[in-house]
């Protein structure tokens, strides 16, 4: 039994640090900040492979074609020719009726006549539909006598 304990006590002198066994110290504190320890330098390792790989990626994948200035493009977008029938929607909040009628011919592609000159009058409407009806809609309203001319010709 003598040779066990001197055994022992050569092993506790040789590895003996200094505060090792302090009382307020446990082994789970200590623990958790090994594993923690650990973690972080997995995520650090993780996020160095992931980085690498991706510039790896980039560097040796084909590069993407850019269409050049002489090529024409495949996809053309075409604007829908804007008439008197094709209804929209406008809105319009306390506006001079001239600027009313410019909105009006703008958005439908109409030319509008009969338009009072000396008017003061202000619009608040907002209205869906086609240029003919609401051109009806705003002489009802203020009794005015707005016609929609297209192509040349005047229509009501």
């Known amino acids: 039994m003598t040779r066990k304990f001197n055994e022992s006590l050569d092993f506790v002198a040789k590895f003996y640090r200094e505060g090792a066994f302090k009382e307020n110290l446990n082994f789970i504190t200590h623990s958790r900040y090994s594993w923690l320890r650990r973690n972080i330098a997995a995520a650090s390792v993780a996020a160095i492979v992931l980085a690498a790989s991706a510039a790896i990626y980039l560097y040796l994948s084909p590069a993407i074609p850019q269409p050049s200035a002489t090529q024409p493009t495949e996809t053309t977008v075409k604007t829908p020719v804007m008439t008197a029938e094709t209804p929209q929607r406008l809105e319009f909040d306390d506006m ?59 229509e009501q």
């Open 96 to 154: 001079p009726l001239s600027m009313v009628v410019k909105e009006i011919e703008k958005a439908y592609n109409v030319k509008i006549s009969g338009l009072p000159a000396d008017s003061d009058i202000h619009l608040t409407l907002s209205y869906e539909g086609n240029a003919y009806e609401l051109i009806d809609t705003i002489n009802q309203i203020l009794d005015t006598n707005l016609k929609v001319e297209q192509n040349n010709q005047v």
